[in-house]
């Protein structure tokens, strides 16, 4: 894993001023002249338990100059695709699946009828006072824990038509939820949130579990995990104040290059794929998302093991490979490989709080 692209473990702004900070940014890459270590190397250390961050985190600088408003922006990683982003005392979410019960996925015993659950232990020390929960599509690894998590604080719902159709048969008042499609952008006071639509990622058979969208209520409250469908898959960007910065989160591993095009966010939190059927995935994405100055897999960890250590990686997902292709198509790109127990600052460097040492540890 290159370390010259400092590969690090541990309404949208105004496109000059954006412009203006990825120019330091990469200018600051470019400059920095740090050793090579191949990503497998990387993993290996991690998986020692060695912190890999300390000759990448100086490499630079973070070279952006923002004010306060940036300087209040911090990030957690939920697993699987899910965040939490703190702008001061404000609170989103984004597909924040936190009960990780076991369905037999990541066993090779996959059963379709596993009940629906949610645990308010495992959900609630992890998402403070949520004003907003945005919602990718509506399978049960994005949803499962939005029905409680908005009955329980009062936070509006960002979503599909899917979506809110599923959630007001699981109780959630109608009031809360906000149907999209794709195209809105969305100001809540500060914090923007421009919803793109994009589509959902492709096993070997290009095809995936559970497709179709609903358009009417459900007969019956969902009750299994087959009962959730896809419903459309949307992307969204995040903006935090005049000052950025602009994170631009997805769901699954597939994108609509069209849609995505003229985003230029300062933060890619982009899924893994498991397969190969979408073509050229990573360099026709960063380069329709014009090369940000950080990108963040995700989706790449086995999400049926409490979120209380480090990530375990799902096998299915080459995270290495990941890595190689954005170090290769995008030199100026710098790559977080993020950990549960570590909060992030507006750059993605770790702040120092949570339980983590800025990520990358495997097991």
């Not at 409680?148 to 599909?160: D, E, L």
């Not at 195209?183 to 914090?191: A, H, R, W």
């Not at 602009?246 to 498991?274: I, K």
Request: glycine share 10%; net charge neutral; with cysteine.
């Amino acid at each position: 894993m290159p370390q010259d692209r400092r590969v690090t473990h541990g309404s949208t702004a105004p496109s000059d001023r954006r412009f203006d900070r990825r120019t330091v940014l990469r200018g600051a890459a470019l400059g920095a002249a740090a050793p090579l270590v191949p990503a497998t190397a990387v993993a290996a250390a991690a998986t020692g338990g060695t912190d890999v961050t300390a000759s990448t985190a100086s490499a630079g600088g973070s070279g952006r100059g923002r004010g306060a408003a940036a300087g209040s922006v911090s990030f957690r990683w939920l697993g699987t695709a899910g965040w939490r982003v703190d702008v001061g005392d404000r609170t989103v979410l984004f597909d924040p699946y936190l009960t990780r019960f076991p369905t037999g996925l990541f066993a090779g015993a996959f059963d379709p009828r596993t009940p629906l659950r949610s645990r308010p232990e495992a959900v609630d020390p992890h998402i403070g006072s949520p004003e907003l929960v945005l919602v990718s599509h509506s399978h049960w690894d994005h949803l499962a824990d939005v029905p409680h998590i908005a009955r329980t604080t009062g936070a509006r719902v960002v979503g599909t038509e899917t979506t809110y159709h599923l959630l007001v048969a699981l109780g959630v008042d109608a009031g809360q939820i906000s149907v999209v499609k794709g195209g809105e952008v969305l100001d809540f006071g500060g914090i923007v949130v421009e919803v793109v639509p994009s589509l959902h990622s492709r096993n070997k058979k290009c095809a995936y579990f559970a497709p179709g969208t609903l358009n009417a209520p459900p007969a019956t409250a969902p009750s299994t995990i087959s009962d959730l469908p896809e419903g459309d898959t949307l992307a969204f960007q995040v903006t935090a104040g005049a000052d950025g910065p602009s994170a631009f989160l997805m769901g699954a591993s597939d994108f609509s290059e069209r849609a995505v095009q003229g985003l230029r966010p300062d933060l890619a939190m982009v899924a893994v794929p498991a397969a190969t059927a979408t073509h050229r995935y990573v360099p026709r994405l960063l380069r329709a998302l014009d090369h940000p100055a950080v990108t963040v897999p995700v989706h790449w960890d086995n999400f049926e093991v409490p979120l209380d250590g480090s990530p375990e990686r799902d096998p299915a997902m080459d995270l290495d490979g990941f890595v190689t292709q954005v170090a290769q198509v995008s030199p100026t790109t710098r790559i977080v490989v993020p950990d549960y127990r570590t909060v992030y600052d507006a750059d993605m460097r770790s702040t120092g709080s949570g339980s983590g040492r800025g990520g990358g540890l495997f097991r």
